[in-house]
Structures are given as C-alpha cells and as structure tokens.
C-alpha cells in the first residue's frame, strides 16, 4: 500500500492493499483504520481536599487529570475561587481532553471563624458615697476580633446601673458576628463615706 499505516489524528481512515503475483494479476481490498478517544481523563487526585478559612477562603491551584490522548489537563471552572462570607461552599471542576470526553469532580471550600473576641476588662473601679445615694458607674471593656470589627460586647450588670454597698463583679461578655463568645469580669466595689460629728 502506499497509504500511511500510523494514524495519530482522530477520525475514520481507509487503507488500499494491493496483491501483485508478479505476473501481471493484481487485486485488492481495503482495511478502515478508526482512531477515536472515548476515555475520559481521570482525575489525578480521587478526592479534593477542603479548604477552610476564618474570614475568607480561597483555593489557590486548579487541580489536574490525566489523560491517555492528551496527558496532563487542568481542570476549569466558571464557580468562585474566593469566598468571604461564612458558609460552605461547593466548586466543581471540569476536566476535557479535546476529543468529547469530559469528567468532573468538586471541591468543598468552608469559610468559619471559630475564634472568639479579644476582651479587656476595666481594672476594678471603688467608688466613695453615702448609703442612699444612687452612684451610676460607666464602664467601657474594649474587643477586637480576626474576623468582625466590631464585635458586640453586652455587660451584667449594665453600665450605669447602681451598685450596692460592697463589692458587685461585672461580667463583660463580646461575641462576634459569627456567635464566637469570650467574656471578662471585674469589680465595682461602693465604700460608705464616713461621717464625722
């Protein structure tokens, strides 16, 4: 024959043999020669690891299949690869290899704080008043947080209420926006001037 015997190129060939008994008697038939990927490429990692984050969360590389045409394919997306609200979140890769075999697989991405704000209680305040006199005491705790700039800090008792002859503890509690708690006491303490006659 005098056609190629090597096909690298998909698609559907046709191969003329011929037979020649060297005496002038020759004959022939043909042999078709298909070359046609139909495997899908195959994931070089069987699954994708989670990616997690406090605030944000990004993947940072596409993963990669391999392929027995085509060899080593990136895998594609049209889902985010950054995300930063909290959530969970599911991106799904495609792998193609050129040839009409696709295969696909997801990643999950968590985005979840899970620390609690930074507090600081006041140093213990002493306040001097007589017995029936109402002594309002405004305090300020201080809270930062990784994630919320401005974690919400509540206090029991509240700031200005009147406090007892004594001592009273204040407890101080910041959560931030993901329900992250951490808390802090301190104390109040209300001493009685003393009278002279």
Known sequence: ???PLSYTVQGTYTITWHYNDGHGNVSSQTQTVIVKDTIAPVPEVASLPTVTGQCSA???AAPTATDNCAGHITGTTTDPLTYTAQGTYTVTWHYNDGNGNASSQTQIVIVKDTIP???TCPTD???ACSVNQFVPVTV???ATDNCDSAPAVAYSP???S???IGTTQVTCIATDASGNPSSCTFNVTRVPLAFTG
């Open 1 to 3: 024959t005098t056609d």
């Open 58 to 60: 990004t993947i940072a």
């Open 117 to 119: 704000p930074v507090l």
């Open 125 to 127: 305040i002493s306040v």
């Open 140 to 142: 300020s705790a201080s």
């Open 158 to 160: 509240a700031p200005g």
């Open 162 to 164: 009147g406090f007892p």
